[in-house]
Protein backbone atom coordinates (compact mmCIF):
# COMPACT_ATOMS: atom_id res chain seq x y z
CA UNK A 1 0.00 0.00 0.00
CA UNK A 2 1.04 3.42 -0.57
CA UNK A 3 0.69 6.58 1.35
CA UNK A 4 1.44 10.01 -0.02
CA UNK A 5 3.18 10.75 3.95
CA UNK A 6 6.55 10.23 4.42
CA UNK A 7 5.98 9.96 8.30
CA UNK A 8 2.86 7.49 9.34
CA UNK A 9 0.27 9.42 10.32
CA UNK A 10 -1.78 8.45 13.06
CA UNK A 11 -5.58 8.71 10.77
CA UNK A 12 -3.83 6.83 7.76
CA UNK A 13 -2.90 4.26 10.67
CA UNK A 14 -6.52 4.01 11.85
CA UNK A 15 -7.89 3.29 8.08
CA UNK A 16 -5.55 1.10 7.94
CA UNK A 17 -6.27 -0.52 11.14
CA UNK A 18 -9.92 -0.78 10.22
CA UNK A 19 -9.06 -2.59 6.78
CA UNK A 20 -7.22 -5.27 9.39
CA UNK A 21 -10.62 -5.15 11.29
CA UNK A 22 -12.89 -5.69 8.33
CA UNK A 23 -10.89 -8.46 6.59
CA UNK A 24 -10.96 -10.14 10.05
CA UNK A 25 -14.78 -9.40 10.70
CA UNK A 26 -13.68 -7.86 13.73
CA UNK A 27 -16.55 -5.41 14.27
CA UNK A 28 -15.49 -4.10 17.47
CA UNK A 29 -12.06 -3.45 16.07
CA UNK A 30 -14.10 -1.57 12.86
CA UNK A 31 -16.34 0.53 15.40
CA UNK A 32 -12.61 1.24 17.79
CA UNK A 33 -11.57 4.26 15.18
CA UNK A 34 -15.41 5.12 14.50
CA UNK A 35 -16.62 8.60 16.20
CA UNK A 36 -20.40 7.20 18.16
CA UNK A 37 -22.23 9.96 15.68
CA UNK A 38 -20.41 8.53 12.75
CA UNK A 39 -22.10 9.24 9.43
CA UNK A 40 -21.17 6.95 6.76
CA UNK A 41 -22.48 7.96 3.49
CA UNK A 42 -23.51 4.97 0.47
CA UNK A 43 -23.95 5.96 -2.31
CA UNK A 44 -26.00 4.35 -5.20
CA UNK A 45 -30.41 3.31 -5.80
CA UNK A 46 -30.37 0.17 -4.06
CA UNK A 47 -31.72 -1.02 -0.41
CA UNK A 48 -28.38 -0.60 1.33
CA UNK A 49 -27.63 3.23 0.00
CA UNK A 50 -28.07 6.24 2.16
CA UNK A 51 -26.38 7.89 5.12
CA UNK A 52 -26.30 5.50 7.94
CA UNK A 53 -26.09 7.61 11.28
CA UNK A 54 -24.43 5.99 14.42
CA UNK A 55 -22.62 3.28 15.22
CA UNK A 56 -25.19 0.93 15.25
CA UNK A 57 -26.09 1.60 11.57
CA UNK A 58 -23.18 1.52 10.49
CA UNK A 59 -22.29 -1.56 11.80
CA UNK A 60 -25.41 -3.19 10.32
CA UNK A 61 -24.69 -2.48 7.62
CA UNK A 62 -21.16 -4.08 7.51
CA UNK A 63 -22.71 -6.98 8.85
CA UNK A 64 -24.73 -7.46 5.99
CA UNK A 65 -21.99 -6.32 3.67
CA UNK A 66 -20.08 -9.45 5.95
CA UNK A 67 -22.90 -11.49 4.37
CA UNK A 68 -22.46 -10.93 1.02
CA UNK A 69 -18.55 -11.98 1.27
CA UNK A 70 -17.42 -8.30 0.43
CA UNK A 71 -13.62 -8.06 0.41
CA UNK A 72 -11.51 -4.63 0.22
CA UNK A 73 -7.79 -4.53 -0.88
CA UNK A 74 -6.13 -1.10 -0.02
CA UNK A 75 -4.59 0.42 -3.06
CA UNK A 76 -3.80 4.11 -1.80
CA UNK A 77 -4.41 6.05 1.46
CA UNK A 78 -3.50 9.74 1.69
CA UNK A 79 -3.76 11.82 4.19
CA UNK A 80 -4.02 16.08 4.75
CA UNK A 81 -4.49 16.13 8.54
CA UNK A 82 -8.23 16.47 8.74
CA UNK A 83 -9.09 14.05 5.71
CA UNK A 84 -8.15 10.58 4.65
CA UNK A 85 -8.79 9.49 1.46
CA UNK A 86 -8.53 5.16 0.30
CA UNK A 87 -8.67 3.62 -2.78
CA UNK A 88 -9.49 0.08 -2.57
CA UNK A 89 -10.46 -2.90 -4.85
CA UNK A 90 -13.55 -3.80 -3.28
CA UNK A 91 -15.09 -7.71 -4.33
CA UNK A 92 -18.15 -10.01 -3.93
CA UNK A 93 -17.19 -13.52 -3.08
CA UNK A 94 -20.85 -14.84 -2.42
CA UNK A 95 -24.22 -13.86 -3.93
CA UNK A 96 -25.97 -13.59 -6.92
CA UNK A 97 -23.64 -11.76 -9.53
CA UNK A 98 -20.84 -10.13 -8.61
CA UNK A 99 -19.04 -6.58 -7.95
CA UNK A 100 -15.32 -6.26 -8.66
CA UNK A 101 -14.69 -2.10 -8.80
CA UNK A 102 -12.58 0.28 -7.25
CA UNK A 103 -13.80 2.00 -4.55
CA UNK A 104 -12.55 6.21 -2.84
CA UNK A 105 -13.56 6.73 0.14
CA UNK A 106 -13.64 10.06 1.81
CA UNK A 107 -12.34 10.01 5.83
CA UNK A 108 -13.23 12.90 7.77
CA UNK A 109 -12.01 12.71 11.67
CA UNK A 110 -12.71 14.41 14.42
CA UNK A 111 -10.90 16.65 17.05
CA UNK A 112 -10.23 13.41 19.26
CA UNK A 113 -8.97 11.76 15.90
CA UNK A 114 -12.13 9.48 14.68
CA UNK A 115 -13.97 9.07 12.14
CA UNK A 116 -16.63 10.83 12.24
CA UNK A 117 -17.77 11.19 8.70
CA UNK A 118 -17.30 8.94 5.57
CA UNK A 119 -18.58 9.33 1.80
CA UNK A 120 -18.53 6.05 -0.45
CA UNK A 121 -17.74 6.73 -3.83
CA UNK A 122 -18.15 3.64 -6.25
CA UNK A 123 -16.05 3.29 -9.70
CA UNK A 124 -19.42 1.70 -11.01
CA UNK A 125 -22.09 2.15 -9.28
CA UNK A 126 -23.94 0.18 -11.85
CA UNK A 127 -22.51 -2.96 -11.11
CA UNK A 128 -23.39 -2.19 -7.10
CA UNK A 129 -26.95 -1.42 -7.71
CA UNK A 130 -27.59 -4.61 -9.43
CA UNK A 131 -25.56 -6.57 -7.30
CA UNK A 132 -27.89 -5.30 -4.11
CA UNK A 133 -30.96 -5.29 -5.66
CA UNK A 134 -30.31 -9.16 -6.84
CA UNK A 135 -29.18 -9.92 -3.35
CA UNK A 136 -30.67 -7.58 -0.74
CA UNK A 137 -34.10 -7.50 -2.07
CA UNK A 138 -36.83 -5.06 0.13
CA UNK A 139 -39.38 -6.54 2.74
CA UNK A 140 -42.77 -6.54 1.46
CA UNK A 141 -44.45 -3.63 1.24
CA UNK A 142 -46.44 -3.92 4.54
CA UNK A 143 -43.58 -4.44 6.59
CA UNK A 144 -41.81 -0.89 4.64
CA UNK A 145 -44.59 1.17 5.52
CA UNK A 146 -44.21 3.81 8.08
CA UNK A 147 -46.33 2.47 11.18
CA UNK A 148 -48.67 5.11 12.90
CA UNK A 149 -48.39 7.62 9.83
CA UNK A 150 -51.98 8.25 8.12
CA UNK A 151 -52.10 11.07 5.26
CA UNK A 152 -54.31 13.52 5.78
CA UNK A 153 -57.14 14.53 3.09
Do not use: C
Amino acid sequence: MTTNNAVPDSKVEAVNHFFAAYAANDVKAMSAILAPGIEWTIPGHHPLSGTKRGLDEVVSFFDQLGKAGFQAEPVFLGSNGEYVVDIHRGWTTQGVGQVDTMWALVWHFDAEGQADRVVNLSGDQHQMDTYVWANFPLAPLPGRLARGRSVSA
